[in-house]
């Protein structure tokens, strides 16, 4: 089955400056690379994703990048604020199936 | 519009008790998933739903049932619980081609 690697395990940066997470994948079928922001006991929560066909998506501060070639993708944060701070997890699903696998997460914190 | 609802939120049980996890969506979504999220692993799919009257086992079923009653709800059950369950549990759901919604967890220990 896939199997997402995540990094780094924590981040930590200045306010404003930009944090960059990284995630590869194992299955090359993999279509659909979803991100999402987790606060402390809370929910999850869906922030921005990218599909096969595109290599580059942005929504604001937020931009995801895609090499199916080289089969990783990643989250760019720019300008980050406090309320950036919390636990970001990488997910690749494949196009046959619905088995959603998570990258073991990465804990960001922006200081002030 | 609630959303994905679980229940209970919190819960502890005994080892070899048995209980029942239930998740219900309004979104008219046909996936659902029960995930299991303990630190520093992220998030293990234990079972998903591709659609009503369908059951697929994820990443980590062992010692785990799941019920797709309806095209809204979800359940989990453990049949004998054991301490290694203890951890958080999400219910999502999504359309095929999208991202996942989740419920707001289920924190359960098992002593």
């Known amino acids: 089955g896939e199997n997402v690697e995540q990094h780094p395990s924590t981040l930590s940066v200045q306010e404003g400056d930009s944090a960059v997470i990284k995630c590869t994948y194992s299955d090359s079928a993999s279509n659909y690379f979803p991100w999402y922001k987790q606060e402390l006991g809370k929910r999850p929560q869906l922030i921005i994703d990218i599909r096969s066909n595109v290599g580059e998506k942005k929504d604001q501060r937020i931009a995801v990048t895609l090499n199916k070639t080289a089969k990783h993708f990643s989250l760019h944060i720019t300008e980050t604020q406090p309320e950036d701070s919390a636990v970001y997890f990488c997910?690749?699903?494949?196009?046959?199936?619905?088995?959603?696998?998570f990258g073991a997460g990465t804990r960001l914190t922006v200081k002030p | 519009n609630a959303g994905v609802t679980q229940t209970p939120k919190f819960q502890v049980l005994k080892t070899g008790q048995s209980m029942t996890l239930q998740c219900a969506q309004d979104m008219n979504h046909n996936s659902m998933y029960w995930y299991r999220q303990d630190p520093g692993m992220g998030l293990r799919l234990i079972y998903y739903s591709a659609s009503e009257g369908t059951t697929d086992k994820g990443e980590v079923p062992n010692g785990y049932n799941v019920s797709r009653l309806n095209k809204r709800e979800f359940s989990l059950r453990l049949e004998s619980a054991a301490p290694s369950q203890t951890s958080v549990y999400f219910c999502?759901?999504?359309?095929?081609?999208?991202?996942?919604?989740f419920g707001e967890g289920s924190w359960l220990t098992v002593v």
């Open positions: 999502a759901s999504s359309e095929r081609a999208g991202g996942e919604d």
């Open positions: 997910a690749a699903r494949t196009r046959n199936n619905n088995d959603m696998r």
